[in-house]
């Protein structure tokens, strides 16, 4: 199973599985496309944009789960 961490690229975490885009767009990461964006971690991402990254990486990993099912 794919798993992503706090310091997972974005765009290896889009890589992974594409449907996780929403879940950057919906805490105000809406330049995902953006090289400068898109090199970051999802830590880095999470504190341009005042979120927890925790948070974020769970329910990402949490949504791979339950793809593999």
Do not use: R, W
Not at 13 to 29: C, K, N, R, S, Y
Not at 45 to 61: E, F, Q, S
């Amino acid at each position: 199973m794919a798993k992503v961490t706090k310091d997972t690229i974005i765009m290896d975490v889009l890589q992974i599985d594409a449907g996780t885009a929403p879940f950057f767009l919906e805490i105000g990461m809406h330049c995902l496309g953006c090289p400068s964006s898109s090199g970051e971690s999802i830590e880095q991402a999470c504190m341009v944009h005042g979120t927890d990254p925790d948070m974020l990486v769970d329910k990402i990993n949490a949504y791979l789960a339950e793809k593999e099912n």
